[in-house]
């Protein structure tokens, strides 16, 4: 069934593009709206607010659409809230409609991975995950060059429209190839934040806050770190987090998540505290760009395997507390490293990415202990929250997941 996940890939391919973007459009979007480096950076920072607070909230109101529906709900929006930027005249409107954008990608992406966890056993979770979050670390390695130099050629406004075009393809990729699936979730809000109450959910969010908090702070102004050609380092950076998700998904299902997490977050910070290196020469750049982007990747499809291993019941609603914790580390990110750079320049934005990266290193070693991690359930067991028909179909035939 690992074909039908193709168009969730694809799907997070066309947001983590309209998301990740603005790193690479920062020049041009503020010399066409006369702001500054920061405040056209705080773009991607209203965009990871917004996606933060409306996930649950959206969650809930469309807890009773069948996940195929929502999937399309979702991108129809996405599409939208970016044609909407690109005819947006002023600053103060470009910030509004990326709030409607992040509305649709709030709604897509962790609905994806719920659907990825329904439609494969447990044993190929992880790579399952992987495949479809593998949309995002593409999309930084193909989507976001090419729309960086688009945006340099025929105006940033140009790579929102390919961002349309991007949501459109997955849309129809959606209504063509993703069964209805149904996960039992509930709409009332509060049991949306029931899983707050468990420590071991609390903890992987504030990893997860760390991590991309401290990622983001040198990727969001990583035009403003480096005096070298901006495509090439993130056409390196994601073809390195490209190889990362893949190798993550298969380490995580041989290994476990714990080492993937804790491996992968002690070497993404220290080729951030190796930026001033990185910057001596072209060749030097492109090596530790590959391996930042491969090695911090490792991390994201063991995040979400110790999401589903600490919620069980409650998949689709864990994975949503996930993808906010996220986007609340982005917006962290946008804001300090934005900060960081006005005040201190590229030097404070390397020292802030670096300590919030061993600060989540030290969180999880405190945090995440061996003997509390949850094993995988077993193959033969119906996986919590799906309706019983898809669990049928999948132990049924399991042939169709090789």
Do not use: C, H
């Not at 929502?70 to 809230?81: E, H, K, R, Y």
């Not at 999880?364 to 028909?389: F, K, M, N, S, W």
Request: hydrophobic letters at 55%; a positive charge.
């Amino acid at each position: 069934m690992s074909s039908r996940l193709y168009p969730l890939a694809v799907g997070n391919f066309a947001v983590g593009t309209g998301m990740f973007v603005t790193a690479g459009l920062l020049a041009p979007i503020s010399a066409d709206l006369r702001i500054s480096t920061s405040a056209a950076g705080q773009l991607m920072t209203i965009f990871a607010l917004a996606y933060a607070v409306l996930s649950p909230l959206l969650a809930a109101l469309t807890a009773r659409l069948s996940r195929r529906n929502l999937l399309l709900l979702a991108l129809g929006v996405f599409v939208v809230g970016n044609t909407l930027t690109a005819l947006a005249p002023t600053y103060p409107l470009v910030m509004a409609t990326r709030v409607v954008a992040a509305a649709g990608a709030a709604m897509f992406t962790p609905t994806a991975s719920g659907v990825a966890t329904a439609l494969t056993t447990p044993d190929r979770r992880g790579r399952a995950l992987a495949l479809v979050m593998g949309g995002l670390t593409v999309s930084s390695a193909i989507g976001v060059p090419l729309g960086t130099w688009l945006g340099s050629a025929s105006g940033w406004r140009a790579t929102i429209w390919l961002v349309v075009g991007l949501g459109v393809i997955g849309f129809a990729g959606v209504a063509a190839m993703v069964p209805e699936v149904r996960i039992a979730t509930s709409g009332r809000l509060r049991e949306r934040f029931a899983p707050l109450g468990d420590r071991r959910v609390l903890a992987v969010l504030v990893t997860q806050l760390l991590t991309f908090g401290a990622g983001f702070t040198a990727y969001t102004y990583i035009g403003s770190l480096f005096d070298l050609p901006l495509p090439a380092l993130l056409w390196a950076w994601g073809i390195g987090g490209i190889v990362g998700n893949q190798l993550g998904g298969r380490f995580t299902d041989a290994y476990g998540p714990r080492r993937m997490v804790l491996i992968g977050l002690a070497a993404a910070t220290v080729f951030m505290a190796l930026i001033p290196v990185a910057n001596l020469a072209l060749p030097i750049a492109l090596v530790w760009a590959f391996l930042w982007g491969g090695l911090g990747w490792l991390v994201g499809p063991a995040q979400q395997f110790r999401t589903v291993a600490a919620v069980p019941g409650n998949v689709s609603i864990g994975l949503g507390l996930l993808s906010s914790a996220q986007y609340i580390g982005l917006f962290v990110a946008g804001l300090a490293g934005g900060a960081a750079l006005d005040w201190y320049g590229r030097a404070g934005v390397v020292v802030l990415s670096t300590g919030l990266g061993l600060l989540s290193v030290l969180f999880t070693l405190v945090t995440y202990r061996p003997a509390a991690e949850p094993g995988p359930p077993a193959e033969d067991q119906p996986i919590a929250g799906i309706q019983p028909a898809v669990t049928a179909r999948m132990t049924k035939k399991p042939r169709m997941m090789r």
